[in-house]
C-alpha cells in the first residue's frame, strides 16, 4: 500500500510554496489550510496577533509527516474530549 493520500503538491498554485522552506520538494500542499487552527495549543509555533491566530512561521502541516502529525493530533484531542 502506498502513502500517495498523505502528500499532494500544488506547483500552479499562485502562491505556490505559502511558506519559505528549505526544500519545496518535500512541501506538502494536503492541507492548504490547517485543521488545527481552531486548537490554541497546537503543537505548531503560531502566535497570537490581536486576537488573531497567526501561522504564518508555521510548517508543520506542509511538512513531509504532516498529515501524520495532524491525524494524530485530532484523534488526541477527540480522545481528551471523550473523557
Known amino acids: 500500500m502506498t502513502n500517495n493520500y ?3 503538491k500544488h506547483k500552479d498554485c499562485e502562491y505556490y510554496p505559502c511558506h519559505k ?10 492541507f492548504c489550510y490547517c485543521p ?5 495549543q497546537c503543537g ?11 501561522c504564518s ?3 508543520i502541516p506542509h511538512s513531509e509527516n504532516g ?3 495532524v491525524v494524530n493530533k485530532i484523534k488526541e484531542v ?3 474530549k471523550r473523557k
Open 78 to 80: 477527540n480522545q481528551t
Open 21 to 30: 522552506v528549505k526544500n519545496d520538494e518535500k512541501f506538502n500542499c494536503l
Open 36 to 40: 488545527l487552527y481552531f486548537l490554541e
Open 44 to 54: 505548531g509555533n503560531g502566535k497570537f496577533v490581536d486576537g488573531i491566530k497567526d
Open 57 to 59: 512561521a508555521c510548517t
Open 67 to 69: 498529515y501524520d502529525y
Open 6 to 8: 498523505k502528500f499532494f
